[in-house]
């Protein structure tokens, strides 16, 4: 009897992971020179699932975006988290993770 096993595939094996990534400070600190292409490319680049940022970052990333993509929940259909903003103003926004083992 012979009894062949496919190869595991690196592609099929990092697709399942998640990756949540923190972006960087100088990233959409300064509204002059933020640019979604600059995000497009980081979260391709890096594989990134999920992106976590801070509130001035989330509210520079949020004055880019078109208004048909508003309330700004996913970018690239990754989840953003922005764990210094207010709870009651992330669930406002629609962006709360409660995820969180210790969310209620």
Known sequence: MVCWIAPTSEFVSNRDTSVRKILPDKMFDDPERSRLSALRTWVLDNKVTEIEMNERQFWNFAQLQPVA???????????????????EAQKHLGIFDNRNPAAI
């Open 69 to 87: 993509e508003k309330p700004w929940v996913t970018f690239m259909g990754r989840i953003i988290c922005v764990s210094d903003m207010p709870i």
